[in-house]
């Protein structure tokens, strides 16, 4: 099977790097046709670059973000196209980030957004169960119609290196996230604000909408044992995680925070890290409270501090659930693993005997 990788996708993109490593550690032959030129030049490369290419492949994976580039695929070929949704932009924009109003222009346009791909697309990929139950409800779309693709992480890039773990004199908590609602970003600063007092500090790690505010949060609150720490580059992040006693997840209370597992939850796992992060519906599909995680109240900065304090003070205990975590990544998350279902999937139904006479 060779699989046309297409879009305007960004290959580093955790999720697109995941997927694509997936395949190919599956066996599959993976063809990349890909347009990171802005505007509408970026749609006549595709086309362009699409055409040199269109005998050669059996199917379409449209890479994140899919929108607009899942419904030029179907334009271009008969073969079958996979959207990978990922998330919903109107989720996304209107009520997680609050851009615009429910009922302005701007919602409906991130509504069809996300319907578009959904609609005249083959397959469409989520990454949980209760994103694709939003999907069914929120764009009348057939459950059939979707599969779920966890989001794992690339472990050739983070992973487990216990030469990089530094002793330190105080208690260390690693968060990195893009700052944006569904994070809970400022639940973590007043968490720190309650255990200022513990010998526990938190290096917090990113940028994004919210910074600002969480900056103003952290000076108003004078937290002394939070460190702000820029944007690193991917393969460094690591180096970070490593250092670090515990990792924290997501903690918001928008309904997006319910749907998603976070990479930064999987990336800490894969350098053998015990995580805290909220007790939300789509965390139970993948982790189990106390054994490879631990769990806690949504927007509870004190029922945070709690479990982190639990963990500071049950070090064994501490050890076994990253222990647990670690063991689970290698043998559930890794690339090649969350993309076996898939493959067998697009065997099945695109792939038959009957469909390869269509394409």
């Known amino acids: 099977m060779k699989i046309c990788y297409f879009g305007i996708y960004n290959p580093k993109y955790s999720r697109n790097r995941v997927i694509i490593k997936g395949l190919k550690e599956n066996g599959i032959e993976v063809i990349e046709c890909s347009s990171n030129l802005s505007g509408l030049r970026k749609y006549f490369d595709l086309i362009k670059k699409h055409k040199k290419i269109k005998k050669d492949y059996d199917l379409m994976i449209v890479g994140f973000p899919s929108n607009q580039a899942a419904f030029l695929a179907k334009f271009l070929t ?35 957004l996300d319907w578009l791909p959904a609609r005249f697309s083959d397959l469409v990929l989520l990454d949980t169960r209760v994103h694709i139950n939003y999907f069914v409800r929120t764009f009348g779309i057939r459950e059939e119609k979707f599969e779920r693709v966890l989001v794992g992480t690339d472990e050739s890039e983070i992973y487990f290196d216990p030469a990089l773990k530094k002793k330190l004199d105080y208690f260390l908590v690693h968060y990195h996230a893009s700052f944006l609602p569904l994070q809970g970003t400022e639940y973590i600063i007043k968490a720190a604000k309650i255990l200022e ?28 044992n939070t460190e702000f720490i820029k944007p690193v580059p991917y393969e460094k992040l690591r180096q970070y995680i490593s250092v ?45 409270d106390g054994s490879n995680i631990v769990l806690c109240h949504s927007a509870d900065p004190k029922d945070l501090a709690e479990k982190i304090l639990f963990l500071r003070d049950h070090q064994a205990l501490r050890q076994r659930i990253a222990d647990s975590a670690y063991e689970f990544f290698l043998y559930k998350l890794t690339p090649r693993v969350i993309v076996e279902q898939l493959i067998k999937r697009l065997k099945k139904e695109f792939l038959n005997d009957k469909a390869r006479e269509n394409v």
């Open 78 to 112: 008969r073969k079958p196209v996979i959207a990978d949704a990922f998330v919903s932009f109107y989720d996304s924009m209107i009520f997680d980030r609050k851009n615009h109003s429910p009922r302005s222009l701007p919602a409906l346009y991130y509504w069809f």
């Open 197 to 224: 007092k513990e010998n526990i500090r938190f290096n917090i790690i990113g940028s994004g909408p919210e910074y600002n505010k969480i900056i103003k949060l952290a000076q108003s609150l004078e937290t002394n």
């Open 244 to 288: 670090a006693d515990i990792c924290l997840g997501i903690f918001g209370q928008t309904p997006k925070t319910s749907r998603v597992i976070p990479n930064k939850i999987y990336e800490a796992i894969a350098c053998g890290k015990a995580v805290i992060t909220a007790d939300e519906p789509a965390i139970h599909e993948v982790f189990t």
